[in-house]
């Protein structure tokens, strides 16, 4: 029996229902039942839909559910498509997605009413419905539906404790600032339907494969206006600046949206429109040098963030570069691959925050935190494989997909970014275990009543950190590089039918085949700038308690308060957009429509009075001036018809 | 019965109303209550009596419907004519979905003179059903003018402090447009007359006149443009609409926002474009800029308000901004999506300004600054409130989407592009202020003591909101339901227009240098292929 | 042309005379009364216009239209000074430059 692919987003959809129309009447337990029974039972129906086709033939399944819109000349239809890239997202969407809502039972049960925690289901149920349509879409529009969807969500439920206005502000600023990145996908879609006619994806894909010279010219734009919805969403440098802020949401939030299903939605329309993107190598190029810068400029700030979700959201930041700067170059699989690996570490990193937060009854600053290893025994462990996996060593997931990526941008023969993608990976692995140092070893820095209250966290919350981390242990394995064998990179060949070839003339497409010496020294020195950043991190602050940095930090102080200040880049657009926007909104109401449009249609009214009030002594009341007025205007009559009649 | 109504549906829709307000007037004045709940019941009646409009639709067809003709006053030439096609079909639902809406709400909030602010409700609701129905042009003037005097009252009698000038306001300005209207209307019969002897005011005979100069149909043109501009309302021409909706009580800010001014564009589509297809058409570019200006304006000083509604009354004139720009455009797409737009405009912003004044009604005051924090003393309000709002800004799922991404990929494939993205910016403007004005009003801390104690919405109200929200997931989720009845008769617009062009001018395109040339119209979208 | 031995232009002389002493009257007097009376007097001078060319060209319906005047102006006389009386018992005055309620 197969499920029908609708159902797979259908059920978190009724989940929200339920949740939100009669949570708040029939508590919690009801919630609970029904907002993560609602995803477990969407993860069965995906892996059950999925397994069959694991062996990579019989895609793509297209299931064509109705007509949509149809106007003038056009027209598109509600249809969803499992490829082996729509499966492999939907794969871990689900699951994941399903471990973060038993993580979220514990994490939500005490502190929120029944109406809140019916709220937070429901939201996060929503989430996923449009999360999995993004991903299951068959076209362009309904792609952008789920899109703008997740967007609703992540507006939502950044600002699930509305009371706080910094958590207010924070949605909104997500939200305004997706919708920057949706101006430019939304200009990308028009320009696609007016290059190719239609906007399904087969139709799109094969019409630019089968013609790539006539089509090439014009896809650098289209191409472009895409990526920016994509920098929108996956948070690339400047548009940014929402995801940290972002931190102001629960936890689970942060682990789910913001590390790995929704910013990942930018790769993966990226990876979707590959044929495009690889007919316009300039548009590659911008993604590339985004990716790799944002990746950089995103590892550089998060060394001095001494929030630890900030740490991680800017870690995030730097990851999604990697998986951009995987996609510029053509690594397409890397990049996916590192989506997939990042979805499985991130999330157990901030979960394990989730639950430390959670023992320190609210606490973030990790200042204050210290010598919670003994305390928080799984946590402590799950966080650490998951850091290690982070950081690239190597048999854990990251390092297989990290290497993967850094192995394309050689390939390429890109010195510059490869430079970029080797130095971030030593910071990466510095400000993970220095997060790992100050959180877990050393003597406790918090309140005495913390450090009595500290306890590990319940098994719904303990247990999807288990196997978030096991995951990110083994995860690796599916993506073996070719030194390995060459069937070894199963990935690779699971996601092959979605990289069709495609030459421009002239130009054939970059073999990637490296020798393979060539690929043990590149994995070994990745390896060796891991270990370096590691051992670094290990000595400056679980060895010497962070008087290094300190001082490194005091003999630049100047550069040290930039950093901190993540670079000043929301003050910067402040000044260069929020204010300027504010004083032209300002501006238009008081002066021109105000003062002008009003001003010159009151005179006008004004004028009017005016002439009446001038006119009106001619009314003098006395009926011989009228008598007058009668006998001037008949002498004057007269005069015009007799006078003008008689020349 | 049966056969009445078979027979002359559309003179029954119009006629109701007023029937129930002539029924009014019997009743005594201290029975308030009563008088309300008659025209309520009446306007459900008459909504009630429209779906057989929406079920009987032929798909097929591109010209009118359920047409009745009958002499009026032959000696003039002017003839009861009424019919409807796709474009008006939707518009006539929207004023008899929003006339009972609007009644809901105001059962339990308008007290004062009650049974005359049912009459005029009604009144209105004839003038408005008759506009959207009449086929000759006398007779539509007739309605158009019946509108203006009970809006007027509306928002003078039961408005609030600053509504006799904004009635003036409103009445002035809207009387303006008609008169230059009225002037044009005259001078076209006149032609007639001279041109094929007799008098007729019938659209169908007037669209086959042909014109001495340019000069002349663009003077008329602009005497009918100007009029339409005014009620939609275009920059620079949109300033009674802040007043008046304002001070306007809820009920008429519903049914002035939800349906009066899209009878400006629908006159465009109606009369403007089908009698002067060559001014039309020329000056086609001008309107879109106008439009384009209006998108961004609107939504700059939107955000800047301080009240409410106010603020609410802006993000309509970015709106219609909008669906001008798709008028202006001239595609097929855009045009279905600029009518399809104008529905979810009404829908959406009729459960803005009911929503907000749920929250006046019991407050007292519409000033931001005086809320905050509100969402967890009014969740449902919320709710509706936060649906409304993504209805508003174009979230997919929702009704706005589809009509502003038909309006921009129409735009996007016309002469025009610059237009569209100009007016996609109305995206991340739109998100910019109705969000800054969610989170002042519902989110953030509460501070004020009084807001804790705000009543929940009422169940009259949820009933009214809910009546709007309905259509706005159903457009949003089946929207070709809507667009299978506006595509023949969009077509049906475009094509008698160009080719009514081709056979007045028959001199070579290239004299028309602004606008779109006839064989572009059609072959604009067919190259895409 | 003689009328009964009167010459037309004498009688038009005098009817033209009797009017404008009329119009002078109804500009110039104050008192209501006054002007009432010149205006009677300008519509016997049209009278008398309009008899002697009725008499000259042998015209019966002219010497009918007069009396049709005469009939006429009585009702407007009773009329006139009725409103006349009203207005003197509210003013307590009949000079007409001190009776201007219709001021600004």
């Known amino acids: 029996m197969t499920v029908a692919l609708g159902i797979i987003p259908a059920l978190p959809l009724a989940g929200f229902l339920l949740c939100i129309l009669l949570g708040p009447r029939l508590g919690k337990s009801f919630v609970t039942a029904a907002g993560v029974g609602s995803v477990g039972l969407a993860t069965v129906a995906a892996w059950t839909r999925l397994i069959p086709y694991l062996a990579g033939t019989g895609m793509p399944v297209v299931e064509r559910i109705a007509p949509w819109i149809s106007a003038g000349s056009f027209s598109v239809d509600l249809s969803l498509r499992l490829d082996p890239l729509s499966g492999l997202m939907v794969s871990f969407v689900t699951f994941v997605g399903f471990l973060i809502h038993v993580y979220s039972i514990g994490y939500m049960r005490h502190d929120e009413t029944d109406a809140g925690y019916a709220r937070f289901f429901a939201y996060m149920n929503l989430f996923l419905f449009a999360m999995l349509t993004l991903v299951l879409a068959n076209n362009f529009l309904l792609m952008f539906v789920g899109w703008e969807g997740v967007g609703l969500c992540s507006y939502l439920l950044i600002g699930y404790y509305y009371e706080k206005d910094f958590a207010a502000a924070a949605g909104k600023k997500a939200f305004v600032v997706n919708r920057i990145g949706d101006f430019g996908f939304l200009l990308g879609i028009f320009a696609v339907f007016s290059l190719f006619g239609t906007l399904d994806f087969d139709g799109v894909f094969t019409r630019a494969a089968a013609e790539p010279t006539r089509f090439a010219p014009g896809l650098t734009v289209v191409c472009l206006l895409l990526f920016l919805g994509a920098m929108g969403k996956s948070a690339q440098v ?69 929030d630890i979700k900030r740490v991680l959201a800017y870690s995030t930041v730097s990851q999604l570069g990697y998986m951009f700067l995987a996609c510029g170059v053509g690594a397409y699989v890397a990049g996916m691959f590192h989506v997939l690996t990042h979805a499985f570490f991130k999330a157990c990193l901030f979960l394990g925050s989730g639950a430390v937060i959670h023992a320190l009854g609210g606490e973030q600053d990790v200042r204050r935190m210290g010598g919670l290893a003994p305390r928080l025994p799984v946590t402590y462990r799950t966080f650490l494989v998951a850091t290690l996996a982070l950081s690239g060593i190597p048999p854990l997931a990251g390092f297989f997909s990290k290497d993967a990526i850094l192995t394309g941008v050689f390939a390429v023969h890109r010195p510059i970014l490869f430079a970029i993608g080797l130095f971030t990976a030593g910071l990466t692995a510095f400000y993970m275990f220095r997060l790992v140092s100050l959180t877990f070893y050393g003597e406790p820095r918090m309140t005495p009543e913390q450090v009595n209250h500290v306890h590990e966290a319940p098994p719904t919350m303990t247990l999807p950190l288990v196997v978030l981390a096991f995951l990110s242990m083994v995860g690796g394995f599916l993506g073996l590089p070719e030194v390995f064998g060459e069937r070894a990179n199963r990935i690779a060949a699971f996601l092959a039918p979605v990289l069709p070839p495609v030459f421009l003339p002239g130009r054939a497409e970059a073999g990637h085949a490296l020798p393979p010496s060539t690929e043990w020294l590149l994995m070994g020195v990745s390896v060796a700038v891991a270990v370096g950043g590691l051992l670094l991190a290990w000595k400056w602050y679980a060895k010497e308690g962070g008087r290094p940095a300190a001082k490194l930090a005091a003999s630049f102080p100047a550069v040290y308060a930039l950093v901190v200040d993540k670079f000043r880049i929301d003050e910067l657009y402040a000044v260069l957009f929020v204010r300027p926007f504010e004083w032209l909104a300002r501006m238009l109401w008081k002066v021109v429509d105000v003062l002008l449009i009003d001003g010159v249609l009151n005179a006008g009214a004004f004028l009017v009075e005016l002439t009446g009030d001038a006119l009106r002594f001619l009314q003098t009341g006395n009926v011989r001036n009228y008598a007058l007025t009668f006998l001037l205007g008949v002498v004057a009559l007269v005069l015009i018809v007799f006078g003008f009649g008689g020349m | 019965m049966r056969a009445l109504l078979d027979a002359r549906l559309l003179t029954v829709l119009v006629f109701l109303p007023s029937a129930a307000a002539a029924l009014l007037l019997l009743f005594p004045e201290r029975r308030a209550r009563e008088a309300k709940i008659l025209a309520l019941a009446a306007s459900v009646l008459e909504f009630a009596l429209s779906i057989p409009l929406w079920t009987r639709f032929d798909l097929a067809s591109g010209t009118f419907q359920f047409v009745e003709k009958a002499n009026w006053i032959p000696a003039l030439g002017i003839t009861y004519a009424v019919g409807i096609d796709g474009v008006s079909l939707l518009l006539v639902l929207l004023t008899t979905l929003l006339t009972p809406v609007s009644l809901l709400y105001s059962l339990n909030h308008v007290e004062k003179s009650a049974r005359a602010f049912s009459i005029s409700f009604l009144v209105l609701e004839t003038g408005v059903v008759g506009t959207l129905v009449a086929l000759d042009l006398a007779l539509f003037y007739v309605f158009w003018e019946v509108m203006l005097v009970p809006m007027y009252f509306i928002i003078g009698i039961w408005g609030g402090a600053r509504r006799i000038y904004a009635a003036m306001k409103f009445f002035l300005f809207t009387m303006a447009g008609s008169l230059l209207m009225f002037l044009a ?200 409130f936060l649906v409304a709002t993504f209805s508003s800004i174009g979230l997919p799922g929702l009704n706005g989407f589809v009509g502003e991404f038909l309006i921009l990929l129409g735009t996007w494939t016309s002469n025009h592009r610059g237009w569209a993205v100009a007016a996609a910016t109305g995206v991340i403007l739109s998100a910019i202020y109705m969000l800054s004005l969610v989170q002042r009003v519902f989110w953030n801390p509460l501070t004020r003591e009084e807001n804790r104690r705000l009543p929940e919405i009422r169940a009259s109200e949820l009933v009214a909101a809910a009546a709007l929200v309905v259509p706005m997931v159903w457009i949003g989720v089946r929207p070709n339901d809507f667009l299978d009845r506006l595509r023949p008769s969009i077509e049906e617009i475009r094509r008698s227009a160009a080719t009514r062009k081709a056979a007045a001018n028959p001199s070579p395109p290239s004299r028309v240098t602004r606008g779109i040339s006839p064989t572009q119209v059609f072959t604009r979208e067919e190259t895409v292929r | 042309m003689i009328t009964g031995g009167i010459p037309l232009s004498d009688v038009l002389l005098a009817s033209g005379a009797l009017f404008v002493i009329g119009l002078v009257g109804a500009l110039l007097r104050r008192n209501a009364i006054s002007i009432f009376l010149s205006i009677e007097l300008m519509m016997n001078a049209a009278n008398l216009t309009v008899l002697g060319y009725a008499a000259a060209l042998h015209n019966l319906e002219g010497q009918v239209v007069v009396f049709l005047v005469i009939a006429i102006a009585a009702a407007e006389a009773a009329v006139g000074l009725a409103i006349f009386v009203a207005l003197f018992q509210h003013t307590e005055t009949i000079d007409v430059n001190r009776i201007n309620l219709l001021k600004w």
């Open chain 2, 185 to 384: 209307i005259l001078y076209l019969a006149i032609r007639y007359r001279s041109q094929f002897g007799g008098w007729s005011f019938l659209l169908s005979d007037l669209a086959r006149l042909t014109y001495p100069t340019m000069a002349v149909q663009t003077v008329l043109f602009l005497a009918f443009a100007v009029a339409f501009a005014i009620k939609v309302p275009v920059f620079p021409l949109h300033t009674w609409l802040p007043d008046a909706h304002t001070e306007a009580p809820t009920a008429g800010s519903i049914i002035l926002a939800g349906v009066l001014l899209k009878l400006g564009v629908y006159g465009y589509l109606r009369f403007a474009l089908p009698l002067f297809p060559d001014a039309a058409l020329r000056y086609a570019p001008w309107v879109g800029v106008l439009g384009v200006i209006g998108v961004v304006y609107g939504a700059f000083v939107a955000y800047a308000q301080k009240d409410m509604k106010r603020l609410v009354a802006y993000s309509s004139v970015s709106h219609l901004g909008l669906v001008v720009i798709g008028v202006a455009a001239f595609t097929g797409v855009a045009m279905t999506g600029s009518v399809l737009q104008m529905v979810n405009h009404g829908l959406s912003t009729g459960a803005l300004f009911l929503l907000v004044g749920v929250l006046y009604e019991r407050s007292h005051t519409r000033e931001i600054a005086h809320f905050g924090g509100i969402a967890g003393v009014v969740p449902v309000t919320t709710a509706l």
């Open chain 1, 238 to 306: 400047p548009l940014h600046v929402w995801l940290p802020d972002a931190m102001a949401g629960p936890t689970p939030v942060s682990a789910l949206i913001h590390a790995a299903t929704m910013v990942t939605a930018g790769v993966y329309m990226v990876t979707r429109c590959n044929v495009l993107f690889r007919l316009a190598p300039q548009a590659m190029f911008v993604v590339a040098v985004i990716g790799g810068v944002t990746a950089v400029f995103a590892a550089i700030i998060a060394i001095a963030q001494t």
